[in-house]
């Protein structure tokens, strides 16, 4: 078995979505010591944005110089995730939704004719049997019935994203309202550590 580990905190050893996920991750390989891992760390090395070059590199498979090099990181993207049984995906909420930086990653699998296609009876998700984890942490309560729910454009996206390219298997393991103060923010991690005993 496969299992993807992705992160895209901004916010490094301060993280609570990578703290997550390498928790996720270790409990997963206790339950599974032959899972192999492969890691991808898109804040650090960050997946190129899309461009008129790179897209239609992207639909012709025709690329020189530089836009090669970046054909190259979106293809291995791609691959390491339709190869993935699993995705641990750490997301931070910034600014109501997604680090930037995980969008171009979706960009890169958002494939038709590889994740999703388009058939006679409208789009068709390809990508049904993987198990999503998304490490969710935010600096607010977005949970019904808070007030902010309607803000919340960072699960809600992810959610309908997988769910579009045909994975209904989507848990979320959230620490959320880490702002607020230090007491809240321990808390919200050590119950987020807690809930993933139970994956
Ligand atoms: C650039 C940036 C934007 C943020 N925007 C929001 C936001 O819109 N709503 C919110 O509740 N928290 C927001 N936060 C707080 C983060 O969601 C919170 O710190 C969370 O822990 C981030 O995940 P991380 O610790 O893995 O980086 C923001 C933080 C940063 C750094």
């Known amino acids: 078995m496969k299992l993807l580990h992705v992160d895209s905190s901004i916010t490094g050893s301060q ?32 997946i190129p944005h899309l461009s008129e070059v790179l897209f239609v590199a992207k ?5 020189s110089g530089e836009i090669q090099h970046d054909l190259a ?13 699993t995705v641990v995906l750490g997301a931070p909420m910034y600014n ?4 930037s930086q995980l969008k171009t990653w979706i ?9 999703f296609r388009y058939s006679e009876n409208g789009p068709e998700g390809l990508c049904g049997g ?13 949970t019904p019935p808070s007030p902010m729910a309607s803000l919340d454009h960072q699960e809600t996206y992810l959610r309908s994203l997988f769910g579009f390219i045909g994975i209904s298997d989507i848990a979320v393991v959230r620490a959320e309202g880490v702002a607020i103060g230090p007491e809240q923010r321990q808390q ?10 139970a994956l």
């Open 107 to 115: 960009d890169s699998l958002a494939i038709a004719g590889k994740t």
């Open 130 to 142: 993987k198990r999503v984890i998304i490490a969710s942490a935010r600096g607010g309560i977005y």
């Open 59 to 63: 639909a012709t498979g025709n690329a």
């Open 15 to 46: 993280s609570v979505s990578r703290r997550i996920t390498a928790s996720i991750v270790a409990h997963l390989k206790l339950k599974a010591p032959d899972l192999v891992v492969t890691y991808r760390d898109i804040a650090a090395r960050p």
């Open 73 to 85: 990181v979106t293809e291995a993207a791609l691959d390491e995730f339709l190869t993935a049984d």
């Open 188 to 197: 919200a991690l050590e119950a987020a550590l807690a809930a993933v005993a």
């Open 96 to 99: 109501f939704g997604i680090p």
